[in-house]
């Protein structure tokens, strides 16, 4: 066999087996399935927040990705690369649906009758944890409707920084912890204006 036979043989040996290992860790990673996050809860805050305002009881609506916007920000966060999705039909919209739908029954104020809604739309989602500092943060527009006349609309964003532990599973679970705040946070700022609360109130 010539050197020149020799050397695009062992070329197309050293690519084909480059090409078996890459193949074989999509694979694996695709057969790890995401954590969930826990489920949404009310907080003391938001519950007090919502009765003391006097407000009328509302439906929840739905709740999407907006527009544009690339579908991974719905689906997936991956704090030190471990993937994280809603238990809500792996839609952060749909949990942020949800964890809406338990601050307002715990006010009392749920009523899927109700003729006024709430609806809204997931703009960004996203958490790293990197050795150092974490940085998390959320957004999205809620809009309110009476029937088919809107009578609020607004974009609220909030973030979270914090000391990221060298060690993985401290990292990754601080980080966690962190994310699913922000959905108290971001509906602790829906319930706290002023716009808002005229637009449910009684």
């Known amino acids: ?24 860790g999509l694979l694996s990673g695709c057969a790890v399935p995401p954590l969930p996050l ?6 003391p805050e938001n519950t007090q927040q919502l009765r003391s305002a006097d407000l009328a009881p509302v439906a929840v609506g739905n709740f999407v990705l907006e527009i544009g916007k690339p579908a991974i920000i719905d689906q997936l966060v991956s ?24 601050e307002l029954d715990a006010a009392g104020l749920l009523d899927s009758r ?16 990197p050795i ?28 979270a920084e914090w000391d990221s532990s060298f060690y993985g599973n401290t990292a990754f679970q601080t980080a966690i912890d962190q994310y699913q705040r922000l959905y108290q946070k971001l509906l602790g700022r829906l319930f706290s204006d002023p716009a808002f609360k005229a637009a449910v109130a009684k």
Do not use: H, W
Not at 38 to 43: D, E, G, M, Y
Not at 134 to 156: C, E, M, P, Q, W
């Open 38 to 43: 826990k489920l949404p809860q009310a907080t």
């Open 79 to 102: 704090p030190r690369g471990t993937p994280v999705a809603s238990l809500y039909n792996g839609s952060f919209s749909q949990y942020l649906r949800e964890a809406l739908r338990v």
């Open 1 to 24: 066999m010539s050197l020149p036979q020799y050397l695009k043989r062992e070329m197309f040996r050293c690519t084909s087996v480059a090409a078996i290992i890459l193949t074989g």
């Open 132 to 159: 150092g500092t974490g940085n998390a943060r959320l957004a999205a527009r809620f809009i309110v409707k009476d029937g088919a006349t809107t009578k609020y609309a607004r974009s609220f964003d909030v973030r």
């Open 114 to 129: 109700a003729k006024v809604s709430i609806s809204g739309e997931l703009i960004d989602s996203d958490v790293i944890a």
